[in-house]
């Protein structure tokens, strides 16, 4: 089965409290979301990205892969569940139900090579699927009313949740649709075959593998990306 990635990056960025999008916002002289393309575009197994854009976005024709062969636009929708969904209509025709699609969000720009190969060697022949992940370091709390803790969360088996995000692509369509039409907008592909029964592998990745939400979040990945290189 083939390779795909998609990328939804139709986010308005709400917590940044930037008028540009984060995935426009400048991290060494070029936009986030165009690092982040880097790593798919130049994997020569992947063989398009589908990249889903907001209505109003005034950003995108500036990228420098607006016009690469091997890159497709989306339109985004009202949540990132429906921006995903778009973005598999647009593969739909070139893609079979059975490849593979990455989801990786637009705004996480630091993603290393390594963790990506380990992820697709992993999950290959997974019948499921599964994603980057880290596991929780700190002490974890469930707050109660007037933020006082009501108990600890044992964290043994706590993960947090990265992207790329790896599933078959017409198991992860139907798992999409199915979580939409029960009014569930789930925040992550993980979430929608989670529902469906199934059980997603988690694959150790890396702290730097961030995503940017905040404007401290920039100086921050600039040093990741010199860290590996890029
Ligand atoms: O908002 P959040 O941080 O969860 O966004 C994760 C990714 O999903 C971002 O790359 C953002 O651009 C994208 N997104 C989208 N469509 C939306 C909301 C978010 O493509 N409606």
């Known amino acids: 089965p083939a390779l795909w990635a998609v990328l939804p990056a139709a986010g308005v960025g709400r917590r940044m409290g930037s008028a540009v999008p984060k995935q426009y916002l400048d991290l060494a002289g070029r936009a986030v979301i165009e690092h982040t393309l880097d790593l798919f575009v130049a994997d020569p197994r992947i063989r398009g990205v589908a990249v889903a854009l907001g209505r109003e976005d005034a950003y995108w024709g500036d990228t420098g892969y607006a016009d690469h062969p091997k890159v497709m636009r989306a339109p985004g929708g009202a949540e990132r ?71 600890t969360v044992d964290r043994s088996s706590l993960w947090h949740a ?43 990745g890396h702290a730097d593998n961030i995503k940017i939400t905040r404007a ?4 921050l990945a600039r040093f990741y990306l010199q860290q590996q290189g890029r």
């Open 81 to 151: 569940c429906h921006s995903v969904l778009n973005a598999l209509g647009v593969l739909e025709g070139r893609a079979g139900d059975d490849d593979w699609v990455l989801v990786h969000d637009a705004a996480r720009p630091c993603l290393r090579v390594a963790d990506l190969d380990r992820l697709i060697e992993a999950l290959m022949d997974d019948p499921v699927g599964g994603l980057l992940g880290i596991q929780v370091r700190d002490t974890m709390k469930r707050a109660g009313e007037g933020e006082r803790i009501e108990t």
């Open 162 to 204: 990265y992207t790329p995000q790896m599933f078959r692509l017409g198991l992860l369509r139907h798992a999409l649709h199915d979580a939409l039409e029960a009014g569930d907008l789930v925040t992550d592909d993980a979430s929608a075959m989670e529902r469906l029964g199934r059980a997603p592998r988690l694959i150790e």
């Open 216 to 219: 401290e979040d920039l100086p």
